[in-house]
């Protein structure tokens, strides 16, 4: 059992940065993938970034060249940096990770982005 815990949402204005943290209970340094999924207001949860334990990325088009997804293994800690931030990426921000084909979720954090 792994249990997540992500830190670091805010309220912030366009353009401005903000970065995510999702610490984990134990090691992640054999996990199959990390992933962060928000969830607008109204909305489906959607899939943002995620890494594979090969270290490849995968983001979802509209965060392409904002976002960057990385992980410390040394801190058992999954990292999301957003950059020129938009009030479309509002949402609550979820962690995800995925051990031996079991998929493990922390809470969320809120992320509000205002112009």
Do not use: H
Not at 49 to 66: E, H, L
Not at 77 to 104: G, H, I, R, W
């Amino acid at each position: 059992q792994v249990q997540l815990v992500e830190s670091g949402g805010d309220l912030v204005q366009a353009g401005g940065s903000l970065r995510l943290s999702c610490a984990a209970s134990g090691s992640i340094s054999s996990i199959d993938e990390a992933n962060w999924y928000r969830q607008p207001p109204g909305q489906q949860r959607e899939l943002v970034a995620q890494i594979t334990g090969g270290g490849r990325t995968y983001y979802k088009d509209s965060v392409k060249g904002r976002f960057t997804i990385s992980r410390v293994t040394a801190e058992n800690t999954v990292y999301l940096q957003m950059s020129s931030l938009k009030p479309e990426d509002t949402a609550v921000y979820y962690c995800n990770v995925v051990l031996n084909y079991n998929s493990f979720w922390g809470r969320g954090t809120q992320v509000t982005v205002f112009s």
